[in-house]
């Protein structure tokens, strides 16, 4: 595990736009990663304001924002047939797994994938 790079989930992004100081010290000096599921899921957050929305894509052009390739597909299947999460979540821990990177999040539901490297914040 590589500490200077991980992959950011959106529950940790919209955190840090909470202000959750915890946050903003653990992403500090680190190369973030960025499923395209949760670059939308924070774009698409309910009542964003334009001055929130240009903060959050501004944050979002700092980080390697990743599609969905066909590997990562495949490994979107598997997790999703063997864990029965739901598409996003399972989109974003296959980003995790196919770059070999650990998933920051603050959602618990991620524990449950033993084949992620999932490292979650509690505050």
Request: charged residues 25%; contains cysteine; aromatic residues 8%.
């Amino acid at each position: 595990m590589n500490g200077d790079r991980i992959v950011a989930d959106t529950s940790l992004i919209i955190n840090l736009f909470n202000g959750v100081e915890e946050v903003r010290e653990l992403i500090t000096g680190r190369n973030l990663f960025v499923s395209i599921i949760s670059e939308i899921e924070v774009l698409s957050y309910p009542n964003l304001t334009s001055e929130d929305s240009q903060l959050l894509k501004d944050f979002l052009f700092n980080c390697y924002i990743v599609d969905i390739e066909p590997t990562i597909k495949d490994i979107t299947i598997e997790l999703r047939a063997k864990y029965k999460t739901k598409l996003p979540d399972a989109v974003i821990a296959a980003t995790a797994i196919y770059f070999d990177l650990p998933l920051f999040t603050m959602d618990k539901g991620f524990k449950k994938i033993t084949d992620l490297q999932a490292v979650v914040l509690s505050v």
